[in-house]
């Protein structure tokens, strides 16, 4: 039987699976994650409720030119853990299908619910000069 829940629907479940749970501990942990269907999903939960427990403005995800990739919290520029290098570009795939966004520059809101409430990010996608970012802006408290 084919799975039809989409790509948000997926995360959001996976956002209520790991609320409460050492966020960073497991974000390490998804590198080693069998189901690459499910590990961009799987980091991309964790690094929202990282964001949303710590406070932090801006979640970044970049792609260089040369291939090396980084993942920052922006609230006292912290590197994330990575997922592995095929995950980011799995993570930059379902992004973009989840928020429909598929020119180069692009912005929308993406609504996430956190058990019995909900929060809404900003969520930009740059490409330029052989350089791709997903940018998650978090409300201001």
Known sequence: ??????????????????????????????????????????????????????????????????GSKRLIAEFRD???????????????KDVRQITYLETDKGKTALSVGVRDSSIELEVKIKKEDGKEKIILNFPEK
Not at 78 to 92: A, E, K, N, Q
């Open 78 to 92: 912290f590197d994330l853990p990575s997922p592995g290098d095929d995950v980011v570009d799995l993570i930059f």
């Open 1 to 66: 039987m084919q799975d039809k829940r989409n790509l948000h629907q997926k995360m959001q479940e996976q956002i209520d699976c790991f609320a409460g749970t050492d966020y960073l501990t497991k974000m390490g942990a998804v590198k080693n994650e069998p189901d690459k269907e499910q590990a961009p999903l799987k980091w991309l939960a964790l690094a929202i409720l990282y964001g949303i427990n710590e406070n932090a403005k801006t979640i970044k995800i970049e792609k260089n030119q040369d």
